[in-house]
């Protein structure tokens, strides 16, 4: 019998394999290096700064991060370019997100007039210039104004701030994820880039010059990244991928780098077993932006038949057919539906080589401000 080298590794916990991880870098990497554009991965979906090093030294300009924690352990890490994509209002906040611009390149995000305001108030409080980069909705309907004449009045009143410099506009297809085949998700990914390209040039002509033109999104970076004039994508979860990803075309499961690592501790019923990789390591995601789209919460490798059907903090139910051969002591690993949620919930990745254990590598961002 061939010995399974991951019995030495405790469950429930969240496997990287290095390989898969590579290609999924190697691939996006040369994507940008190859058109042209920037690659400013954003960390959110990893949160690992040796990781975020690894980005950087393949090219990459720097990274987006969703908070300021994630910013905080990015530079303990050693990252030096930083882009908050996510809009600061508050004075907290914005002192805190100064004191790290002492010790790298920090840029922010905005959407209101009342963000602008408070930034350029920070940033005359700490006699310092902020760079802001205004976000724009392309679908989404999430944050961001619209690419209209409210969009010219905003990035006017950023440029009209002597505390603040005009870098640019930056956008999220989190739409893309909605989308019902391929085919859709690149109709959204064109119509990403080609906005933002719209609205740059429009800016350009009013005096107000865009050296960042950002797109996001893994499903639309390849193709809103195609279209000429775009500077920068922000794609985050391609190194790792899940089933979302799988779901939507973007890739393969054999392109799915993580996987929940958990061991069978009952059979209770041959309908059913139970694992030790609950909610409080899978997470509850079926989806989305709040879509169902999962039959369960995650897909068992080499168990076709089994369902992820339900989930306790410590216990994860799996319905199976009575002939289903899964028995008590069965290590499995599950494909997560998102694999965001599941890292956010860790505190560090087994990295496995050659289907063996090589090293642990720690998830710093673990906080949500």
Known sequence: ??????????????????????????????????????????????????????????????????????????????????????????????????????????????????????????????????????????????????????????????????????????????????ASDPEKVQEIGRQEGEIMVRLARRLEKEGLPCSRVSVGSTPTAKTAGMIKGITEIRPGNYVFNDLTQVSLGVAMEEDCSLTALTRVVSRPARDRCVVDAGSKTLGMDRGVHGTSIFEGYGKVKGHPEAVVSSLSEEHGVLSLPPESDIKVGD??????????????LARTVHIIRNEEPWEEWEVSALGSN
Request: with cysteine; charged share 25%; hydrophobic share 45%.
């Open 1 to 178: 019998m061939t010995e399974n080298k991951l019995e030495t590794i405790d469950t429930p916990a969240v496997l990287v394999r290095e390989a898969i991880l590579v290609r999924n870098l190697n691939d996006m990497a040369s994507f940008a290096r190859e058109l042209g554009v920037n690659l400013r991965p954003h960390i959110k979906s990893h949160k690992i700064p040796r990781l975020a090093r690894i980005q950087v030294n393949q090219g990459a300009v720097g990274i987006a991060v969703a908070k300021l924690d994630e910013a905080e352990a990015m530079i303990a890490g050693g990252i030096k370019d930083i882009f908050v994509a996510y809009p600061l209002v508050t004075p907290t906040k914005i002192m805190r997100m100064l004191r790290l611009a002492e010790r790298a390149d920090i840029s922010v995000a905005a959407d209101s007039q009342e963000g602008i305001d408070a930034l350029a108030s920070g940033a005359a409080w700490a006699e310092t210039t902020v760079g802001v980069v205004l976000e724009i909705d392309t679908g989404l309907k999430r944050c961001g104004v619209k690419p209209n004449g409210e969009a010219l009045a905003l990035a006017r009143a950023i440029q009209e701030k002597d505390e603040l410099e005009f870098l640019g506009i930056m956008t999220h297809g989190g739409h893309s994820y909605l």
């Open 331 to 344: 290590l499995l690993e599950i494909i997560p539906n998102r694999s965001s949620p599941l890292v956010n």
